[in-house]
């Protein structure tokens, strides 16, 4: 089975995130770790996610990147740009709102950075289950369809024990 990988790189004021192959659950941690370790640097003012060579990504991982147009909003009431030329995670993106809180586009900025590669650490199983509902939360609260569509995952999350 292939895996996904997540690279990043910061460009003048920005920060690109390449998310590249299967991103699945078993990413977010380390990614939800790398996450909160960016919200708190002050040195960038955008983030740019690019989708170009995701294969495919599931509902935990999207919603860190909903995680991410949250922050932004929040931080600089702005939207973070996501760039993606796969029809079908396109169509997935709309479905679940992401037109909204992104700014969507096909292609990205030509010129970028090296790019580094995040390490896929875990440190445990109540640590990932914890960014999972965490995930989920966010995700469901980009929009009314979301409440509805994981309302049970996440209530199902929420009962499991610790």
């Known amino acids: 089975m292939a895996t996904g990988t997540i690279f990043y790189a910061r460009h003048e004021r920005t920060y690109v995130l390449k998310l590249v192959g299967e991103l699945r659950y078993t990413l977010s941690e380390s990614f939800n770790a790398f996450l909160e370790r960016l ?8 983030i740019l996610i690019d989708l170009t060579e995701t294969e495919s990504i599931d509902s935990t991982m999207l919603g860190l990147l909903a995680k991410i147009a949250s922050f932004m909003h929040a931080r600089f009431d702005s939207k973070a740009v996501l760039v993606c030329n796969n029809p079908d995670i396109n169509q997935l993106l709309d479905s679940l709102g992401f037109y909204g809180i ?3 586009c096909e292609q990205g ?11 896929a650490d875990t440190t445990s199983a109540d640590a990932m289950a914890a ?4 995930a989920h939360r966010i ?14 995952l996440i209530d199902a999350l929420q009962d499991e024990p610790r």
Do not use: G, H
Request: proline fraction near 5%.
């Open 131 to 134: 960014t999972i509902l965490e």
């Open 102 to 104: 992104f700014t969507i």
């Open 139 to 152: 995700l469901s609260e980009v929009n009314d369809s979301n409440k509805a569509l994981f309302r049970d």
């Open 109 to 119: 900025p030509e010129d970028a950075a090296p790019l580094q590669q995040l390490s």
């Open 39 to 46: 919200f708190k640097q002050q040195d960038f003012d955008n």
